[in-house]
């Protein structure tokens, strides 16, 4: 299968930064670990080891919202869907094993980067959460004057903070996620 | 040296009578921060600013770090102190939230020290507010929020409130963008009744 330029060159500098963390990786570990040739990285990637650093944590975020996606897409209501979504995050966090070790050793290079990125993911997030909003509305479930797309906006911004900091809440306890959902998050939305 | 050192040294000499060495170096720190960042602040120009020896200064603190420290503890427990003011003044639940929101987001905007922090060294600030460090911020935050709700929530729902409270406002001040402006208060107001407050208050459920 033929894989993009583009996409083998953000694999290849992910690859780098677990193995060396992104202090200590070069442009020339990009060049030998995807095979592109330097010309071409600088070509895609003109502002160098900044900006594939930058560009590799967006793909990163990317990808991993894509698999939280996934895993929750087929929920059967929308209470469910941020239950079971929370939960795989939160496990899904704790097990990526790359952010662990920036987060460890190199948070002052990684947490300025994934703030910038932020705004795609509450986006992203955003976009995802709607249609299952809409369907709440068809059933009936919505409270009245709820305006869906503030309703959405809300919603992916304090998963996204409870993803990355529970708080007090325990993650693995499913009866309080369910608490948290229906009150906290969805108190104001759905009847 | 550059003028403005030269002004607010001037201001450092002639203290309010009743402020104190760590007031005094407090003070210092913010202004030294707000003018060049964390990184380039040095105890000598905290010490320049405020008008103390370095020696005096050296006392009390021991160096930057604690220096630092000291600073943000004081600041904390001030804005902590001017949020829940801004609750008190209210008579509703909501518009003690909605007051709450505003001053914060007041406090954050008009605090120099901050803003040079946000805009040229978020690795400052950043790793004290998310992932694990976040946790004991948002516990923390919510703390010291908590009394100003005591009046309207019952006891067992008010941490749990406090802490949610505090993680709506840091989300936001963490992602600017979007559809909602926490500089504006019908924004911020439309926000706490429509979305933040319903879940605050719903009821057990008596099934």
Same mark, same amino acid.
């Given at each position: 299968?033929?894989?993009e330029?583009?996409?083998?060159?953000?694999?290849?500098? $992910?690859?780098?930064?677990?193995?060396?963390?992104?202090g200590?990786?070069?442009v020339?570990?990009?060049?030998k670990?995807?095979?592109?040739s330097?010309?071409?990285? $600088?070509?895609?990637?003109?502002?160098?080891?900044?900006q594939?650093?930058?560009?590799?944590?967006g793909?990163?975020?990317?990808?991993?919202?894509?698999?939280l996606?996934?895993?929750v $897409?087929?929920?059967?209501?929308?209470?469910?869907?941020?239950?079971?979504?929370?939960?795989?995050?939160h496990?899904a966090?704790?097990?990526?094993?790359?952010?662990?070790?920036?987060?460890?050793?190199?948070?002052?290079?990684?947490?300025?980067?994934?703030?910038?990125?932020?705004?795609?993911?509450?986006d992203?997030?955003?976009?995802?959460?709607?249609? $299952?909003?809409?369907?709440?509305?068809?059933?009936?479930?919505?409270?009245?004057?709820?305006?869906?797309?503030?309703?959405?906006?809300?919603?992916?911004?304090?998963?996204?903070?409870?993803?990355?900091?529970?708080?007090?809440?325990?993650?693995?306890?499913?009866?309080?996620?369910?608490?948290?959902?229906?009150?906290?998050?969805?108190?104001?939305?759905?009847? | 040296?550059a003028?403005?050192?030269m002004t607010?040294e001037?201001?450092?000499?002639?203290p309010?009578?009743?402020e104190?060495?760590?007031?005094?170096?407090?003070?210092?720190t913010l202004?030294?921060?707000?003018?060049?960042?964390?990184?380039?602040?040095?105890?000598?120009?905290?010490?320049?600013?405020?008008?103390?020896?370095?020696?005096?200064?050296y006392?009390?603190?021991?160096?930057?770090?604690?220096?630092?420290?000291?600073?943000?503890?004081?600041?904390?427990?001030?804005?902590?102190?001017?949020i829940?003011d801004?609750?008190?003044?209210?008579?509703?639940f909501?518009?003690?939230?909605?007051?709450?929101?505003?001053?914060?987001?007041?406090?954050?905007?008009?605090?120099?020290?901050?803003?040079?922090?946000?805009?040229?060294?978020?690795?400052?600030?950043?790793?004290?507010?998310?992932?694990?460090a976040?946790?004991?911020?948002l516990?923390?935050?919510?703390?010291?929020?908590?009394?100003?709700?005591?009046?309207?929530?019952?006891?067992?729902?008010?941490?749990?409130?406090?802490?949610?409270?505090a993680?709506?406002?840091?989300?936001?001040?963490?992602?600017?963008?979007?559809?909602?402006?926490?500089?504006?208060?019908?924004?911020i107001?439309?926000?706490?009744?429509?979305?933040?407050?319903?879940g605050?208050l719903?009821p057990?459920?008596?099934?």
């Amino acid at each position: 299968m033929q894989v993009e330029p583009r996409e083998r060159v953000l694999a290849a500098t $992910y690859a780098c930064v677990a193995r060396f963390g992104m202090g200590k990786t070069t442009v020339e570990d990009v060049v030998k670990e995807s095979g592109v040739s330097r010309a071409s990285i $600088y070509r895609l990637f003109p502002g160098g080891k900044d900006q594939l650093l930058r560009e590799t944590v967006g793909w990163e975020m990317n990808r991993f919202f894509s698999r939280l996606a996934e895993a929750v $897409y087929d929920a059967p209501d929308f209470a469910s869907l941020l239950q079971e979504g929370l939960v795989f995050a939160h496990r899904a966090i704790q097990e990526h094993d790359v952010l662990r070790k920036v987060l460890e050793t190199e948070p002052e290079r990684l947490l300025p980067l994934i703030t910038v990125e932020q705004h795609r993911v509450l986006d992203f997030i955003t976009a995802f959460l709607l249609p $299952y909003l809409e369907r709440e509305e068809r059933a009936g479930r919505v409270r009245p004057g709820v305006d869906l797309e503030s309703a959405a906006q809300y919603v992916a911004r304090l998963v996204l903070s409870l993803i990355g900091s529970p708080g007090r809440w325990d993650m693995d306890d499913p009866e309080q996620v369910r608490l948290l959902v229906r009150d906290e998050l969805l108190g104001g939305i759905l009847r | 040296m550059a003028l403005p050192t030269m002004t607010t040294e001037a201001e450092g000499l002639s203290p309010a009578p009743t402020e104190s060495v760590e007031e005094r170096a407090v003070r210092a720190t913010l202004a030294c921060v707000a003018r060049h960042g964390l990184a380039k602040t040095t105890f000598d120009d905290v010490a320049r600013e405020a008008g103390c020896a370095r020696a005096t200064l050296y006392r009390y603190f021991g160096g930057k770090r604690q220096l630092v420290r000291i600073t943000v503890a004081r600041e904390a427990a001030r804005i902590a102190v001017s949020i829940r003011d801004a609750a008190d003044a209210e008579a509703t639940f909501e518009d003690a939230v909605v007051a709450m929101f505003v001053r914060a987001a007041r406090e954050l905007r008009e605090h120099e020290a901050l803003q040079f922090l946000f805009a040229f060294e978020p690795e400052v600030v950043l790793p004290h507010v998310t992932f694990d460090a976040g946790n004991r911020f948002l516990v923390g935050a919510g703390a010291a929020i908590s009394p100003a709700l005591t009046r309207f929530l019952p006891a067992e729902r008010v941490e749990r409130a406090g802490e949610w409270l505090a993680r709506v406002a840091l989300a936001h001040a963490l992602s600017p963008a979007g559809p909602i402006d926490l500089t504006d208060e019908a924004e911020i107001r439309a926000l706490v009744r429509d979305l933040v407050l319903p879940g605050l208050l719903r009821p057990e459920p008596t099934t």
